[in-house]
C-alpha cells in the first residue's frame, strides 16, 4: 500500500507563502500524473495543479501566476510553492498520485489564509 504524506500547512496572512510537500512511501520516477487538489468548507473538491506528464502541468485559473508544481523524483517528492495567497485559498490540500495501480490521496494539509 501507498501512502502519501503531506505537510507545510498552516496559518498564513494574505499575500504570504507557503510550500506545501508531498512524499510518498514509493519511488515517483515512473509517475506521470500527480497534482494538488483542495476543498473548502461547504465545496466541493478541485484541482490547484498537476503534472499532465512527466514535465507538463496544468493550473486552476485562480492560481496561475501564484502557485507552481514541482517534484524531486530522487526524494519521492512533489511541491505547491504557492506565493500571494488570498484569504479564498482557504482550504484542505491533498496530493493525489495516479500510478502504481491505484488512485492514491494522501490525508490532506489545512491551509488558511487569514488576517
Known amino acids: 500500500q501507498v501512502q502519501l504524506v503531506e505537510s507545510g500547512g498552516g496559518l498564513v496572512q494574505p499575500g504570504g507563502s507557503l510550500r506545501l510537500s508531498c512524499t510518498a512511501s514509493r519511488s515517483i520516477f515512473s509517475i506521470a500524473r500527480m497534482g494538488w487538489y483542495r476543498q473548502a468548507p461547504g465545496k466541493e473538491r478541485e484541482l490547484v495543479a498537476t503534472?499532465?506528464?512527466?514535465?507538463?502541468?496544468n493550473y486552476a485559473d485562480s492560481v496561475k501566476g501564484r502557485f507552481t508544481i514541482s517534484r524531486d523524483n530522487a526524494k519521492a517528492t512533489m511541491y505547491l510553492q504557492m506565493n500571494s495567497l488570498k484569504p479564498e485559498d482557504t482550504a484542505v490540500y491533498y496530493c493525489n498520485v495516479i500510478g502504481w495501480g491505484t488512485n492514491n490521496w494522501g490525508q490532506g494539509t489545512q491551509v488558511i489564509v487569514s488576517s
Open positions: 503534472f499532465t506528464s512527466y514535465t507538463r502541468t
